[in-house]
T-cell receptor
Framework: DGGITQSPKYLFRKEGQNVTLSCEQNLNHDAMYWYRQDPGQGLRLIYYSQIVNDFQKGDIAEGYSVSREKKESFPLTVTSAQKNPTAFYLC????????????FGDGTRLSIL | SQQGEEDPQALSIQEGENATMNCSYKTSINNLQWYRQNSGRGLVHLILIRSNEREKHSGRLRVTLDTSKKSSSLLITASRAADTASYFCATPHSGSARQLTFGSGTQLTVLP
């Protein structure tokens, strides 16, 4: 059963702490994306990766970091530099370029303690 | 940068009625996609329409695209309570075709 798995579903961050959100896909997709969604808003792109060991900043990359060491995995770290991290984070993947339909995970909700 | 914007922001209808949502965008595109998001879940791709297509159907969904007006509409016929969700249009990013830009969505509520 192919798909995208995000974990954890809920995450709490303390002041000054870095936290990492996991995203794994078994769809054999080359491209992967991280989005942030605030209440009642659309999605904003944080980072995307078209291929292993390569990634590009999206519209709101400040305070976030990513890695792409394996095709299947694209973890997102929310650093202490991100002063307003409370949001719903969505990971997606697609066969290749942005024109292809994107497949989404079920998200991680991050809150501040 | 926001490319697509949905209208209305919220829509409430009775089960069995049709629901129409609109999306306007700013720059030329080669395709437009519609997605659905149930509360607290990820987005699900519904339909992709290319710039050389005027209308596309998928089950109870009908999507139109008017490139001269830079707008698209999503029609859901004979709506059901299970159609209650947020609906988003997505267009290629104005700066990079490798990215998608999502609108802020239409929240559809279908009352039983």
């Amino acid at each position: 059963d192919g798909g995208i798995t995000q974990s954890p579903k809920y995450l709490f961050r303390k002041e000054g702490q870095n936290v990492t959100l996991s995203c794994e896909q078994n769809l054999n997709h080359d491209a992967m994306y991280w989005y942030r969604q605030d209440p009642g808003q659309g999605l904003r792109l944080i980072y995307y990766s078209q291929i292993v060991n390569d990634f590009q900043k999206g519209d709101i990359a400040e305070g976030y970091s990513v890695s792409r060491e394996k095709k299947e995995s694209f973890p997102l770290t929310v650093t202490s530099a991100q002063k307003n991290p409370t949001a719903f984070y969505l990971c997606a993947s697609s066969i290749q370029e942005g024109r292809q339909p994107q497949h989404f995970g079920d998200g991680t909700r991050l809150s501040i303690l | 940068s926001q490319q697509g914007e949905e209208d209305p922001q919220a829509l409430s209808i009775q089960e069995g009625e049709n629901a129409t949502m609109n999306c306007s965008y700013k720059t030329s595109i080669n395709n437009l996609q519609w997605y659905r998001q149930n509360s607290g879940r990820g987005l699900v791709h519904l339909i992709l329409i290319r710039s050389n297509e005027r209308e596309k159907h998928s089950g109870r969904l009908r999507v139109t695209l008017d490139t001269s007006k830079k707008s698209s509409s999503l029609l859901i016929t004979a709506s059901r309570a299970a159609d209650t969700a947020s609906y988003f249009c997505a267009t290629p990013h104005s700066g990079s075709a490798r990215q998608l830009t999502f609108g802020s969505g239409t929240q559809l509520t279908v009352l039983p």
